[in-house]
């Protein structure tokens, strides 16, 4: 059973960095392709899809949306079974609560988020 679990959000200012990390409580994520997510404020039934890695095995394409290709890097550590989000140079823009899910995203498996905030 895959209990997803994001971490590392927060209250920043514009500029600064996060790292963001997601882990499964309950089966290892070895075997997944694992995405990030965000919800921005206001948007109650839209979680955009900002990056996604594929499975450790596989070792295929990293996918980054336009709005965070260059600040964001998305990685995985296959021995504690978690799945990283480094931001850099956040915006305000990027205040949102972020998520990470398997590939394809799968309902049953949305987790509570963390929240991340960048305000001057």
């Known amino acids: 059973q895959v209990q997803l679990v994001e971490s590392g959000g927060g209250l920043v200012q514009p500029g600064d960095s996060l790292r963001l990390s997601c882990t499964s409580s309950?089966?290892?994520?070895?075997?997944?392709?694992i995405a990030w997510f965000r919800q921005a404020p206001g948007k109650q039934r839209e979680r955009d899809e900002i990056?996604?890695?594929?499975?450790?095995?596989?070792?295929?394409?990293?996918y980054y949306a336009d709005s965070v290709k260059g600040r964001f890097t998305i990685s995985r550590d296959n021995a504690k079974t978690m799945v990283y989000l480094q931001m850099n140079n956040l915006k305000p823009e990027d205040t949102a609560v972020y998520y990470c899910?398997?590939?394809?995203?799968?309902?049953?498996?949305w987790g509570q988020g963390t929240q991340v905030t960048v305000s001057s």
């Open positions: 990056s996604c890695i594929s499975t450790s095995s596989r070792h295929g394409p990293i």
């Open positions: 309950g089966t290892t994520l070895d075997n997944y392709g």
């Open positions: 899910n398997t590939v394809p995203y799968t309902d049953r498996y």
